[in-house]
């Protein structure tokens, strides 16, 4: 009997997320577009809960639906609010949507035959094996900042390219910003239950679903509220302090790992006694890194200042002489 | 020490890289410090594979599986150093290059990411792990291309980032039924595991697929011209000589020696078929082009095009010296046309920045104000052709011969044809170029513009083409799945 | 009963498919860029399916890591795509 009920819970989570993607993909309104992708973000949280993934449930809610969904409503604020298909011939069309249900069809095909193809050592059993090694008890936190720490390090490479761009194409938005003493007063509970929450997730990360990334994305969100709450075009924060945030994960991941290196002779070895240590401190740095870098992402541009010292440099050098 | 080399060539750009954000004013000498070093390092690298063979580090210490691993062999260490020479002449050249202060600290913290990915890239031994660094491959390269800051490079920017992502994650999906089925990441333990089977066939024709996407073959090239022409001079260079390649390259790795059981003669077909139309369809739009800088694209899309037409003869070949001689012949290919093509596009910069613009029609006078860039465009042309002393003349030479043994003699014909072409557009230019005009004002003179596209095109056309007989050895005997 | 590993492993590449087919179809970017995480969310959720080993047991970590990693990617990309159209916006209105 259990077992039907959970049949029948999951084929209605998957339907109803079938459901939202379609909606999210072929509605003609960007709004409700972007409205039914953040109800799917959510919904996806849930399943990935359901699927015994919590710690990836916390970072699709704040990450995925949470920063992605705050993104989007972002931009389409000056965007046309109908969405038009009109540039594809009926041809292309129809080749299109034949192609991708023959590769959805090739695909289950083969999942078919791969999920009863079952292999000898699985590498959950090594991640489970040598968790006690690695510092931390969460396996997700082991594999992450352990196992595949050089993953993360490129992540956070990945996640500083992409601010850099955001900070070199624009100036910050700032036309969006609309406060008012009911957002200010709840800003004063609000920012710092997040800063707490996002602490206490960085530091449970080690033996319970949470980490670097959520925490991040939580402290990002408590920002984005304080700006959102008290605008101002004078820049509130150090532009200096910014760029030092922004680097510091980075700096101190490939600080530790090269320290490493020339104590084990391994890049990123961890000593057991020290990796737990070394790990909550990596971590910390990378919070406050992926937080800077999804702030600064979500109000869109430079923030006021922000080349003056280059521009200072070019009136320098052109006073030295022409050309 | 030495050992870690292949650490120091991904760390010490990324370094570089959070310097030249802190400090923009040592932005340009940090970059060029940074990619001096991690030039040596890939020489110590490839140092290192020939005196001792194909090496490994074990990332954290954990046995590969577990863990990540970065792997060198012949393949990942020649392309490495090509990538790194590259790299070097591109960034003297773009010191000089940017004249605005706010663009060039701009173009610092980004260039130095893309090194990072590059050698990333072709130093990693894990499937997802090449998956995450294509990922920082495509964003700072489409970061790059946006410096320019126009509405067509902005707009090619938008589709560049549009079409990587999507390759990114239809080769994402390949990955999760590879993991699905096998079980581990590793390219090692997988080039063991991976047989023929329903889910490996699927997941390969995604992983290929993906990989198409951003090797631009035709018919999936099409994002290509208009991103490299109007990205910045030395953001081009790297984009047609580099980026593209190591597509190649994860896809050359992925057919040799992961999917080897799993590939059929008529996948390789294919794709040397779609090979052969990008050889004739790229040279020929690349004689209909008007601005120098897309002429090159095009010809980035033919050129990719011959690597592609490898592939069936390779497949076709048995194990052996033929099958190895038709392998290096490729990676010399890519190797002369990493240089040529790079050389091409600093020179472009050089008559951009020069007339003020790049319209081919209008190149007249360039030859008597721009001789040494005008030399420069002549030796990669010869290049880009396939005329002796280049290496590609050998690479194309192999090709043909490779053919007709494998009794594949139809791709002959493409290749005569796309060197026809190639003859064509290439003395197209310099017959403008050698056009007679009244005073053009002062000759430039060389220094950082235009040396290091010197450099570059001598790579290609005599230093490649007279001292590649080591490269045939070498890459034979030090290629890590032994005898796969 | 069908196995809740292959029910979601085909609601994924169901995902996918849809995703994939929008980004084929639309040519704007925001309608695009949704459906390309739309894509994403469906080769996570192929993942995730594959690290669930049942009720009992626990699940395996390395595909949990994955998809975090590819969760923090796809928000980088989307805000750097998000960015660069702002900017065309800004030059087309010039």
């Not at chain 2, 110590?44 to 060198?72: D, K, T």
């Not at chain 2, 913290?109 to 995450?132: E, K, Q, R, T």
């Not at chain 2, 030399?375 to 002796?388: E, T, Y």
């Not at chain 3, 849809?18 to 469906?42: E, K």
Request: net charge neutral; aromatic share 10%.
């Amino acid at each position: 009997m259990i077992e039907l009920l959970w049949s029948v819970f999951d084929l209605s989570l998957v339907l109803l997320l079938l459901a939202l993607a379609w909606g999210t993909c072929s509605t003609r309104d960007v709004m409700r577009a972007v409205t039914l992708f953040i109800a799917m973000g959510l919904l996806l949280a849930i399943i990935w809960a359901r699927l015994k993934a919590p710690d990836l449930a916390l970072a699709e809610a704040v990450i995925g639906a949470g920063i992605s969904g705050a993104l989007f409503l972002s931009a389409i604020k000056d965007y046309p609010s109908t969405i038009t298909v009109s540039h594809r011939t009926p041809v292309l069309q129809g080749l299109i949507n034949a192609f991708t249900l023959a590769l959805v069809i090739l695909m289950s095909w083969a999942v078919w035959h791969g999920l009863n193809m079952s292999d000898g050592i699985r590498l959950s059993d090594q991640v489970v094996a040598q968790a006690p090694v690695s510092g931390v008890s969460n396996p997700v936190t082991a594999v992450l900042l352990n196992f595949r720490a050089y993953d993360t390090l490129l992540e956070l490479a990945v996640v500083l390219t992409a601010v850099l761009t955001v900070l070199t194409l624009n100036d910050r938005r700032y036309s969006h910003v609309v406060s008012s003493p009911l957002l200010q007063g709840m800003t004063h509970w609000l920012v710092p239950l997040l800063v707490v929450t996002s602490g206490y997730l960085l530091w449970v990360g080690a033996h319970a679903p949470g980490g670097a990334f959520q925490a991040g994305a939580m402290l990002a969100a408590a920002m984005i509220l304080l700006q959102l709450a008290f605008p101002s075009r004078r820049q509130q924060f150090s532009l200096y302090l910014v760029r030092f945030l922004l680097v510091i994960g980075i700096f101190t991941f490939v600080v530790v790992g090269i320290w490493m290196l020339l104590l084990n002779d391994v890049f990123l070895a961890f000593d057991p006694d020290w990796a737990g240590t070394l790990i909550l401190i990596i971590e910390t740095m990378a919070t406050l890194s992926i937080a800077t870098a999804l702030a600064l992402a979500y109000l869109g541009g430079r923030p006021m200042g922000w080349e003056e010292g280059a521009r200072n440099n070019s009136a320098s050098t052109e006073n030295e002489g022409a050309g | 020490m030495m050992n870690d080399a292949i650490i120091w060539v991904i760390i010490i750009p990324l370094l570089g890289s959070l310097i030249s954000i802190s400090w923009s004013r040592y932005a340009s000498l940090t970059a060029i410090i940074s990619n001096l070093l991690a030039l040596a390092a890939s020489i110590v690298i490839v140092n290192q594979v020939y005196q001792s063979g194909p090496f490994i580090h074990e990332l954290g210490g954990w046995q590969a599986g577990l863990g990540i691993s970065l792997r060198a062999d012949a393949l990942s260490s020649v392309l490495l150093l090509m990538s790194m020479l590259v790299v070097s002449a591109a960034t003297f050249y773009a010191s000089s290059y940017f004249t605005d202060a706010v663009k060039r600290a701009r173009f610092w913290p980004l260039w130095l990411m893309l090194v990072v990915a590059l050698n990333a890239l072709l130093l990693s031994g894990d499937l997802f792990n090449l998956y995450v660094t294509l990922e920082l491959l495509s964003l700072s390269a489409v970061a790059l291309t946006a410096l320019s800051d126009s509405r067509a490079a902005l707009q090619a920017a938008i589709r560049y980032l549009s079409i990587g992502l999507l390759g990114s994650l239809v080769f994402l999906a390949g990955v999760a039924l590879v993991y699905m089925g096998y079980g581990t990441l590793d390219l090692l333990a997988l080039s063991n595991k991976i047989d023929a089977s329903p889910l490996s066939q699927v997941a390969f024709g995604l992983l290929t697929a993906g990989l198409l996407i951003k090797s631009a073959l035709f018919p999936l090239h099409f994002w290509l011209p208009s991103a490299h022409a109007s990205a910045p001079a030395p953001v081009s260079a790297a984009l047609s000589a580099l980026v593209v390649k190591v597509a190649v390259y994860i896809l050359l790795r992925l057919w040799m020696d992961v999917f080897d059981q799993v590939l059929t003669p008529l996948s390789a077909m294919l794709l040397g078929t779609l090979g052969a139309i990008a050889v004739i369809w790229g040279s020929w739009q690349a004689l209909q082009a008007q601005r120098l800088k897309l002429m090159a694209a095009y010809s980035t899309v033919a050129q990719i095009g011959y690597l592609f037409i490898f592939l069936p003869l390779i497949v076709a070949l048995p194990e052996g010296s033929l099958k190895d001689a038709a392998f290096t012949a490729l990676l010399l290919m890519a190797l002369t046309h990493g240089f040529a093509k790079s050389a091409f596009f600093l020179s472009a910069g050089v008559i951009q920045q020069y007339c003020g613009h790049d319209r081919i029609a209008e190149l007249a006078g360039t030859a008597r104000a721009l001789p040494l860039t005008t030399f420069v465009i002549a030796l990669s042309g010869v290049a880009l052709i396939g005329l002796p002393p280049s290496g590609s003349f050998l690479g194309k030479w192999y090709l043909v011969s490779s053919s007709f043994q494998a009794g594949q003699w139809w791709w002959v014909v493409v290749i005569a044809v796309g060197s026809i072409l190639a003859t064509a557009y290439v003395f197209r230019i310099l017959g403008y170029a050698f056009g007679p005009r009244e005073s053009v004002g002062r000759v430039l003179n060389g220094g950082r513009k235009e040396i290091p596209a010197l450099i570059l095109a001598l790579f290609a056309t005599l230093i490649l083409g007279f001292g590649s007989a080591g490269l045939w050895d070498f890459v034979s005997q030090h290629r890590y799945f032994p005898g796969s | 009963m069908i196995s809740e590993q292959l029910l979601y492993s085909l609601a994924g590449i169901g995902l996918f498919g849809i995703g994939l087919r929008a980004t084929l179809l639309h040519h704007m970017l925001i309608p695009r860029l949704l459906a390309l995480n739309v894509c994403g969310a469906g080769v996570f959720l192929i993942f995730i399916t594959i690290a669930y080993a049942g009720a009992e047991s626990r699940p395996d970590a390395v595909p949990h890591a994955l998809v975090l990693t590819g969760i923090v990617v796809a928000v980088s990309a989307t805000a750097m795509s998000l960015a660069l159209g702002r900017r065309l916006e800004a030059l087309n209105d010039e």
